[in-house]
Each structure stands twice: as C-alpha cells, then as structure tokens.
C-alpha cells in the first residue's frame, strides 16, 4: 500500500464519515430540518454543474439554474412534487434561451440536460421521504445500500483488480468493483432489512438491492462521461478526497430517481416497516 494511497483512503474515510453523520442527523431531525438539507445540497450540487457546463465560471445561467433547483426542491419538501414536477419540465427552454442570450458556451447542457438530471433525484428524495408509512426508514435503507455500493465497489477493485467496467468512461471502475458493490449492496439492504422488519423476504430485498448497486455504479459512470466531456477531474474541489458534492451522491442520485420511479410505477410503497 503506497503512501499516496494510503492518505487518500484515509480522506475519503473522514469526508464520507463527516457527510454520513451530517445526513443521518437531518434524516432523523425530520422536517422541516430535513427538506432545508436537502435543498442546500442541490444548490450546491447546481452551482457545481453551472461552473462543470460553464467551462469552469459561473454566470447569470448558473444563478438562474440554482434558483429553479432551489425552487423544485422546495416545492418537493413541502410536500407538492407535482408543482415541483411541472416546473422540471418547463424550465429548460427558458434556461436555454437565457443562456444563449448570454453566450453561455453550453446552452444545452445547462438547461436540458442539467434541469432534470438535478431535479428529478432531489424530488424522488423528498418524495420517498415523506411518505407517511415508511419514508424515513425506506429512505435510510436506500443510504446504506448505497454507501455499501460505494464502498464495496472501492475496495473490490482496489484489492481485486481486473478488467475495466467502461475504459473509454472511467480508467479506475472494474467489473469487479461492480461484482463487489452488488454484494455488498445485497449484504447491507438485507441487514437494514431483517433489523428494521422490512415487509419483503430476504430474496427480494437482497434483488433489489443489488439492481440500486447497478443503478448506483451507473450514475456514477454517467457523471464521469459528462466530466469527461468537459475535461475535468471532478466536479469541484468542495470535499477533500472526493471532489465535488456531485462526485459523492452521483449514485445516490442515480438509485433515488429509479427507487422514486420504481414506487411510483407501483403505485404502493414497495417496502413497508413494521
């Protein structure tokens, strides 16, 4: 183990402790504590895509794409995702006019594709949420599931090695690390799961967690495609050993927005706690 390495390891434990505990506290603060959480991280998250899309500035459309996310967010944790929703479809074209008024060096990739790629994980998570019966408990069980993808795929391509997952996306992720993110994902859902008495068999709990693990990895290859597209490392230098904030949650987004379209699909919560 190299020393290089090992310093990195040893931020990355500290920065994802320091975060971890910042989210369990306002998941259990509950609202409105949890929804003002919620709403910082994706100003956050917007002013890092507005810089990521600017070509490393900030300007007048990454000010007007905080204030739409900021708004959808808050729409969200007050409990009307349908407003929040609408507001998700509507609000591209004007970003991208805006943006082209402008000069801004990527109108679209604000506007179109910045609008909903922020806006609909941060809805599905106040959405799972809020659900009177189960929400704080599901949304529990999604963190853990994905912090154990996290990890797991971390340390299984680390130790294991092997072929590479996407070479021309990532140069670091193997399949490995998606073998070990699924079964540490499995492992994790299915502890949560029989700990908190999740309606579910272990089966089931143990399946869908390994699909988040997939969806998770899968967010986190998208946002190292669009970093790639604008030849970046990461999307800023917010937390130490991780990047920016959206370097962090990009699976969390991921497996949010699925679990959220999943359960809406279903139209039932699909975990239950007794």
């Known amino acids: 183990m190299s020393e290089a390495w090992a310093r990195g390891l040893f931020l990355r434990i500290i920065s994802a402790l320091v975060l971890a505990t910042a989210t369990l506290a ?31 500035t900030f300007n007048a459309t990454g000010a007007a794409l905080i204030l739409v996310i900021a708004a959808t967010s808050n729409f969200a944790a007050f409990g009307e995702p349908e407003v929040a929703l609408v507001m998700t479809m509507a609000a591209p074209l004007p970003l991208i006019v805006l943006a082209r008024l402008r000069h801004h060096p990527h109108p679209f990739w604000v506007g179109l594709v910045g609008v909903p790629y922020l806006s609909l994980p941060v809805i599905a998570v106040h959405w799972l949420y809020l659900s009177p019966a189960s929400g704080r408990m599901t949304l529990l069980w999604l963190l853990v599931i994905v912090w154990a993808t996290d990890t797991a795929a971390y340390f299984a391509g680390k130790l294991i090695g092997g072929p590479l997952l ?26 949560v799961g029989l700990t908190g008495g999740a309606s579910l068999s272990v089966p089931m709990i143990a399946g869908i967690a390994m699909i988040l693990a997939v969806v998770a990895q899968g967010g986190d290859l998208a946002e190292s495609f669009v970093k790639r597209r604008f030849g970046v490392k990461d999307a800023s230098a917010l937390i130490p050993g991780h990047g920016g904030l959206l370097d962090r949650v990009d699976g969390l987004m991921a497996a949010a927005a699925a679990f959220g379209l999943f359960q809406a699909v279903s139209g039932t919560e699909v975990l239950s706690w007794r």
């Not at 959480?37 to 600017?54: D, K, P, S, Y």
């Open 26 to 56: 306002a998941v259990q603060a509950g609202p409105p504590y949890f929804g003002a959480f919620v709403t910082a991280a994706a100003i956050i998250m917007a002013w890092e895509w507005g810089r990521l899309c600017g070509d490393g």
């Open 166 to 191: 996407a070479p021309s996306i990532s140069p670091k992720k193997t399949w490995a690390g998606l073998g070990g993110a699924m079964v540490g994902a499995a492992a994790a859902g299915v502890a």
